[in-house]
């Protein structure tokens, strides 16, 4: 006798996106609806996963606005849920100012007034990268796996717009 098939399920795996004034403010907003957006998918303030992904959102909003500023034009934070982790994605405008690769960032001189950011999504991040974005601009892009990832997505399996399906075999 041979075993049943697998069960297929399909899950959602939740998106926010929103564009945000390349302003501190717009920076410190960014930061405060990512933690809000987390806490509603159940990644709980002061949760590891919650914590990490503060500092990173923080500190890639305010490179967004530090360096990737281009007057009158916003950048994105966009959050989702693919399969086993947290993703989070900051895009700016500006394309000739990019950052450092993961793996070539250096430490900033003990007094410098900066340079400690991407330092410190390289510590919190799973994983990141650089991508180009056409139009011209740039997107940087971290992920911080999430071990009940399976289980929070369960949880939020309602399809809707801006939902992206997922197939998930037990």
Known sequence: MTAPPAA???LTAPTFA????STPLGARS????????LHAWGIRYGSEESERAAVVVAELAANAVTH???P????ELRLSLPTGSLRIEITDTRAERLPPRPGTVRQARPLAE???GLLL???L????????RRPPGKTILAEIDLPRWLSLVRRLGVTAPGQVAVAVEE
């Open 8 to 10: 297929r399920h399909t």
């Open 68 to 70: 990737g500023r281009v």
């Open 114 to 116: 900066e340079g400690r």
């Open 18 to 21: 929103r564009r945000f004034s």
């Open 125 to 132: 991040a799973d994983r990141w990268e650089v991508q180009d």
């Open 72 to 75: 009158g034009r916003d950048f």
């Open 121 to 123: 999504v390289d510590a």
């Open 30 to 37: 960014a930061r405060h609806l990512a933690l809000k957006q």
